[in-house]
Each structure stands twice: as C-alpha cells, then as structure tokens.
C-alpha cells in the first residue's frame, strides 16, 4: 500500500514540480500540466500515462489499474487504486509521468543526476 505521503515525496523531489490543492483534491504539476492527482478520499491516484498503451495497462492488472471516467478519456491518464501499489511501482510511474510533462532535456539531466539549470 501506497499513501499521498509518499507520492509527495518522490514528486516533490523532481525538478519543478510542484504541489496544489484544487477541488479538494492533491495535485502535482509542472507549470500548468498536472501529471499526478488523487481522488477527494486519497484512495485512487491518477497519473499521466499514454493514451495507446493504457487500455493495455489496465488489462493486464485491473486489480491495480483502472480507466479514468468517460470525461477524462480524452486525456492521457489512468487511476490506480493506492492500496494496491507497493513504493517501487509507484516511483516508476509518478517519475514516468513526470518525464511526460517536463522538457526533455530536464528528464535527461534528472537521470543523469545533473542539476535542473532551467
């Protein structure tokens, strides 16, 4: 099981992230663009992911993953249910939704272990 806390923590330690509380909900973003967001009762987490390779996601473990509702479909996002992600997996996912939404350059000095020199 994963919770918020800890979302928070690998989020906020990539470069230009930062966190809001819109709607009474948990975001993280980069500029305008929110890559990570949790439901109002911070059980499911919803994450930048691409559209193509989704539905493919969701099959292969819908006890973890599930598609957003019908009016978030146009967007690049799938949800996860917190109490099914273990830490490892939730890294990799929030650091891959990150890399969607920063300039490349940024993802390649995050990787690298490079300071972000804006």
């Known amino acids: 099981m994963v919770t918020v806390q800890q979302v928070r923590t690998v989020a906020l330690g ?4 930062t966190e809001h509380l819109i709607h009474d909900r948990v975001k993280f973003r980069v500029g305008a663009i929110v890559y990570v967001a949790f439901s109002r009762d911070e059980t499911v987490m919803g994450f930048g992911f691409p559209k193509v390779e989704r539905q493919a996601l969701v099959d292969s473990e819908p006890r973890v993953f599930h598609l957003p509702d019908a009016s978030n479909m146009r967007f690049q996002w799938v949800q996860a249910w917190l ?5 490892a997996r939730m890294e990799e996912l929030v650091v ?3 890399r969607m939404v920063v300039p490349k350059r940024v993802a390649a000095a ?5 300071p972000d020199r804006r």
Not at 83 to 87: I, N, V
């Open 110 to 114: 995050y990787v690298a272990g490079l």
């Open 96 to 98: 891959d939704a990150w």
């Open 83 to 87: 109490s099914e992600l273990d830490p």
């Open 14 to 17: 990539l470069p230009r992230t």
